[in-house]
């Protein structure tokens, strides 16, 4: 059992309703280490065109902590509760974790897929997503890339250009090659 106050890990955080913002802000605050994906759409309403800044995975937030910070971060008023698994609060692996951040770093066209994604692994070799393992997707509109966070099982997703190369990969041990 891991009882070590100063080893830090990645938890996810479920936050209220429309409150990661504030939960960003609270846990920066108080000196804890966290991490929020947003993303800028345009949105349209019937008078006006506006960008908004949004998160990307609604009520889910990001914290890299030891035990102690953890349990500080509960107290915030925005943070409703860590996500468990198995009874006890479930840590985000470090490459998932950063695979994912590499990942949402540009400002690409990106959606959330609720549940993992199946298909061929790749590893892009070009482009702003160079480095990043993902699953290849077939979609209406031409070809996507998925990278999940599967303890909260979402997948974010975003297209690719035609002319982006890719390597495939055979098999779990290249992924994991990869990744270490």
């Not at 990661?20 to 065109?49: C, H, M, N």
Request: glycine share 4%; with cysteine; net charge neutral.
């Amino acid at each position: 059992m891991e009882t070590s106050i100063g080893n830090k890990f990645w938890f996810a955080l479920y936050t209220k309703p429309r409150h990661e913002f504030k939960a960003e802000l609270q846990l920066k605050a108080i000196g804890i280490e966290v991490y929020l994906p947003k993303i800028t759409r345009l949105k349209q309403w019937s008078d006006r065109k506006k960008k908004v800044t949004e998160p990307l995975i609604n009520s889910y937030i990001f914290i890299r902590s030891n035990e102690k910070e953890r349990l500080m971060a509960l107290e915030e008023e925005s943070i409703v509760r860590c996500v468990f698994d198995c009874g006890r609060p479930a840590k985000i692996p470090d490459d998932q974790m950063q695979n994912f951040i590499d990942f949402i770093k540009d400002e690409e066209d990106y959606f959330v897929i609720n549940g993992i994604v199946k298909g061929a692994k790749v590893i892009i070799k070009d482009g702003s997503f160079a480095g990043v393992t993902g699953v290849i997707v077939e979609e209406p509109c031409g070809k996507t890339v998925a990278v999940s966070i599967e303890l909260l099982n979402r997948t974010v997703v975003a297209r690719l250009h035609e002319n982006v190369k890719l390597d495939v990969l055979s098999s779990k041990q290249e992924v994991d090659a990869i990744s270490n």
